[in-house]
């Protein structure tokens, strides 16, 4: 007859291994509930609270003849028939003329950018960008005074009106 004992053997060890990864598994899964159950226990935080929408205005000036939007954040601080001069926080974020002159503009000008797909002059002054435009409606000349990051903004509000 053949000896049995090496079968029941292997199978007595057989159910001991796998007695043995149970209890493991087991362990296991029983971890991952108590972390699951512990991050369901959190009260919920406080989502980041976004800033509003920047909502936006049209300005105008009939003088100029000219039309652009502004940010609700930027406020005029002086407006006259021919000029007008905004801030954001008390800080000076744009400027327009269409009376005054600038004098040696061309030889101060050092960098030239694209306004309305033409090439204009500008000058950096103190961190602010100055150029001019003429108005092909009436024919004035308008200096600007603008803060860079508005540029974008002004270029493609820009409009070009009637008196």
Do not use: H, W
């Not at 004098?103 to 030239?112: P, W």
């Not at 000058?123 to 508005?150: D, H, S, T, V, W």
């Amino acid at each position: 007859m053949k000896k049995t004992a090496p079968y029941v053997f292997l199978a007595v060890l057989f159910v001991v291994l796998t007695f043995i990864v149970g209890v493991r598994y087991g362990q296991r899964v029983e971890q991952t509930n108590k972390a699951i159950n512990y991050l369901i226990s959190l009260p919920p935080t406080k989502s980041p609270i976004s800033p509003p929408p920047v909502a936006f205005s049209s300005y105008e000036n009939k003088d100029c003849g000219i039309r652009f939007l502004i940010p609700s954040t930027v406020k005029i601080q002086y407006e006259s028939t021919s000029s007008g001069k905004f801030n954001e926080k008390g800080v000076m974020t744009f400027q327009f003329d269409c009376t005054a002159t600038i004098e040696n503009y061309e030889k101060t000008a050092t960098e030239e950018v694209r306004f309305q797909n033409k090439k204009i002059l500008v000058e950096n002054a103190g961190g602010m960008m100055r150029f001019q435009i003429i108005n092909p409606r009436n024919g004035k000349l308008i200096y600007l005074y603008l803060n860079p990051r508005l540029f974008p903004l002004f270029e493609k509000s820009l409009e070009f009106i009637s008196p």
